[in-house]
């Protein structure tokens, strides 16, 4: 089970309460926030920014799309210097006791898409075909994730617009009725509402999922990347050290280590 990543969570959370304590601390107090709530406007702008989107896909699509907000709320399980690690011990035992030796090795890996590498190359594989299947189903990962992505993408392009089309409606119905210039000014605060609930769903929801969600997107297809390009050094029969420093330079300076591979080159 991944462990919950707060930040997040905190943030969001944060967000709301800063909002809140603005509405709240003028004169009128709690008071206010009954100023900044409209049934009717929430129904339009919420209500019609996710209908949109759930129609311009699949069913399975939308649920797909709201589960991935629990993704921001978990802990990524990847560990990159791990990672390195555990392909510069591969490439220790592959020189020492040639390919076949890491198929026992792949049982014991947990990571489905390095043990697909292991195996590939422990079958004798052309390298440029295990690099294909590979890098195809890194563009597939992708994919999926970019899918979720614009899932949140697409609500946040659409409160706005559709706060707007709120706002259009509470004005058009504020006009049909001028003869009471006591109501003008309420009836102009609700109009405004809904451009309110608008930005709130683009800016304090969906930009902070769409944010987090690019981050984890980026840092799978990177640790993926390198065990690519690590698996194939060590088809190559490179030397574990060379494939040390080439796996850690897609790390930053700080998070680099110099444990690890044996010195091959005997």
């Not at 510069?88 to 026992?104: D, P, T």
Request: net charge negative; proline share 3%; hydrophobic share 50%.
């Amino acid at each position: 089970m991944k462990a919950l990543e707060v930040t997040s969570l905190i943030g969001i959370l944060l967000a709301a309460v800063l909002v809140i304590f603005a509405v709240v601390s003028g004169d009128d107090g709690v008071v206010a926030l009954k100023y900044i709530y409209d049934f009717k406007s929430i129904l339009i702008t919420i209500g019609g920014a996710f209908s949109v989107v759930f129609a311009s896909g699949t069913i399975k699509d939308f649920v797909s799309g709201l589960k991935s907000f629990s993704l921001i709320m978990k802990k990524s399980a990847i560990d990159t210097p791990e990672i390195i690690q555990k392909i510069i011990n591969l490439s220790n035992v592959a020189r020492k006791e040639g390919l076949l030796s890491l198929e026992e090795m792949a049982a014991e890996i947990d990571d489905d898409f390095l043990k697909k590498g292991i195996l590939l190359i422990v079958d004798g594989t052309d390298p440029e075909l295990v690099r294909g299947i590979l890098e195809t189903e890194l563009v597939s990962t992708e994919g999926r994730h970019k899918q979720k992505i614009a899932f949140w993408d697409n609500i946040a392009a659409m409160g706005p617009a559709w706060g707007m089309i709120g706002t259009l409606v509470g004005l058009v119905l504020m006009l049909q009725n001028m003869s009471d210039p006591n109501a003008i000014g309420p009836a102009m605060a609700v109009a405004l509402i809904t451009t309110l609930y608008g930005s709130l769903l683009a800016n304090w929801l969906c930009a902070p999922v769409t944010g987090k969600l690019k981050s984890l997107n980026e840092e799978e297809l990177m640790v993926k990347e390198i065990m690519i390009e690590g698996l194939l050094s060590i088809q190559a029969g490179e030397n574990p050290r060379v494939i040390e420093e080439k796996l850690k330079s897609f790390l930053a300076p700080s998070d680099r280590t110099t444990e690890g591979a044996e010195d091959g080159g005997e």
